[in-house]
């Protein structure tokens, strides 16, 4: 060989070597993408371009061509500014991440929330022993990040269980990404492989990205099982050992959010099932080819899970359920236990036939009065020494009194300790379903129950006092009317009492019998409807006993005088009836703007739970909540004084 042909050959192998060096570099830098959440739009189809790179990768649309099965295909490129994107941080909280492993997660989700594009809705998921969904997806980064910083480590693995329940959560609509982070295999499934193929077919079937990071992750089962999540969503499988790793994991699952573009196929003619899908063009200077077997049409039918319940099943309550039926099923638990309760207590109750018979039986010899006493008891003795515990609780209290005057008022037929109890029950009830319907802040839930089972029966009783005493003074004009004629008839005022009682309507008709029986057994007449006055809490027979008494020391027609007591107080109630008319506008107004705020309250817990229950899972929430309950109790006692007029 010459020395010219030794020279040329050099200069061969070293282009080759040249040309060898060089092709894996461009190799590496040619983007890498994806083709997802492909659907049809009406004759034409969409889906999104995703790609993967070491900085954020811009497509030039102008260069993009698209082929299906070979053939070509109008293609037109976009921005994401119409696409409804979502991604769910997927935590693994079991016991062996521990609190340096937590620290990892919350610095490298601090950056993958500062490289997201902010339209995107991120929710977290976290599982241990079982999955939990910490935060719904929001568009509230503050949010997130308080979400992951107050992620604890505790308990075994569910992998298999939240992957399921992660791809239930980010939904069946537009662009959708998981970041999986996971130091271990799953230890909770009983059925491994059954579960792993279930939550791999729900992901692939669904079109959900995910991007796998395993931290710390060398168990052979857990590496295969994260990788068969990894490539049945499209994503990428990085294995991470620190802090920067993982960092570095996520802020790429964030970079491929930036790295996006939308596109629309249009046809020639409607296309149906599975196809070869081949997009080329530039993106960042670069050449790319993306080829991908995709699905048409069908993508757009709702996945369904392949561990779905069968048909005919018994439909389950349990943490995924929709809110209203977690609502609905803890209500009707506190009625169903407080019924129950109630029913036990009921023989200690005396019906009013019961009090109407109960004199003749004091007339009985002692024998038959023991056994209706015992028929009436029933056989429980504990419900007996419920209620004696309550009556000697209550006997001890001051405000006892006025309890029993309430009771009497509203024609309740409790004892002291009766009543005791029922209060307690109420008590116990509402911590139970305030327990049940807060779920997460069953402590918030249990005390706010258990405030409401305090106050409610005290509303209850003062409301049915109120519209009972309400009801009486509006029959009293009546009542005195038709004393006076009976005055006039010539009867003398006890006859003429009693024979209002019998032809009144109730509640005047029950309470002068009453008090016409304390005149029989000695009781003066006027102090008996003094009392009767006292009783009902009304001042309108106040003023007709004063005219009664003031007629009894100075003599005078007494017919004339309850005619005028009657007519004085119609003018009252006339008067009452024009100012409540007057000021009905401010009254309905006052309702409404203090319902409002706790109606709106209950509307968020059912739409958007996660949104409001960063008032009792946060500090400054908490603070919030407080301050907003002392400013209801005051405006309300307020506005209350403000539109209460007396007449």
Known sequence: MTRRHRVLLASLIAAAASLGWAAPAGADSTPKGTIGDLRSTGGSYQGVLTFRAKQVVQVDPKSVTATVDGKSVPITVQGTSHLQRTALLLIDTS?????????????????????????????????????????????????????????????????????????????????????????????????????????????????????????????????????????????????????????????????????????????????????????????SGQPFTVSQRVSFGAITAPATSPSAAPAGAAPTLSIGSPPWVVWLGGALLAVAIFLLTYVLL?????????????????????????????????????????????????????????????IQRADLPLRAGEWFVLRVLAVIFGAVAGTLLFGDAAVFGGAIGAIAGFALPVAYLRFKASRRTRAFEAQLPQV??????????????????????????EPAAKELSRALAQVRIGSDLADALDELATRMGTESLHMAVMAIRIQRQVGGNLAETLDTTAHTLREREALRGQVAALSAEGRLSAAILIALPILLFFYMMLVNHAYIELLWTTVAGLVMLIGTCVLMVIGTLWMRKTVQIEV
């Open 346 to 406: 009921a023989p200690t109750i005396r019906t009013r036939r019961e009090r109407r018979i109960a004199p003749v039986l004091s007339y009985l010899d002692a024998a038959a009065h023991q056994v209706q006493k015992t028929q009436q008891r029933g056989p429980s003795g504990t419900r007996e020494a419920l209620v004696g515990l309550g009556d000697r609780i209550m006997g001890k209290r001051e405000a006892t009194a006025r309890t029993m005057q309430l």
């Open 480 to 505: 005195l009317t038709l004393v006076a004629t009976s005055l006039r008839s010539g009867f003398g005022l006890p006859q003429a009492l009693e024979a209002v009682s019998r032809d009144a309507a």
């Open 95 to 283: 016991g062996s991440m521990g609190t340096a492993g937590m620290q990892t997660v919350r610095q490298a989700a601090a950056v993958y929330l500062q490289e997201v594009p902010s339209d995107v809705k991120v929710g977290v998921l976290s599982f241990a022993s079982s999955s939990k969904l910490v935060l719904k997806p929001t568009t509230n980064r503050v949010a997130v990040q308080q979400a992951v910083d107050g992620l604890r480590a505790n308990g075994n693995t569910a992998l298999y269980d939240a992957t399921q329940q992660a791809a239930k959560t980010v939904g069946t609509s537009g662009d959708r990404s998981i970041v999986l982070l996971s130091d271990g295999a799953d230890t909770e499934s009983n059925q491994p492989a059954k579960d792993l193929s279930a939550g791999s077919a729900l992901l692939q079937a669904r079109g959900i990205r995910v991007d796998v990071v395993r931290f710390n992750n060398t168990d052979p089962g857990a590496e295969k099982a994260l990788a068969q999540f990894a490539k049945a969503g499209g994503g990428s499988d990085v294995l991470a050992t620190d802090t920067a790793g993982v960092a570095a994991a996520f802020r790429s699952s964030a970079q491929a959010l930036n790295s996006q573009s939308q596109f629309t196929l249009s046809p020639a003619a409607s296309l149906a099932g599975d196809h070869q899908l081949t997009l080329r063009g530039t993106a």
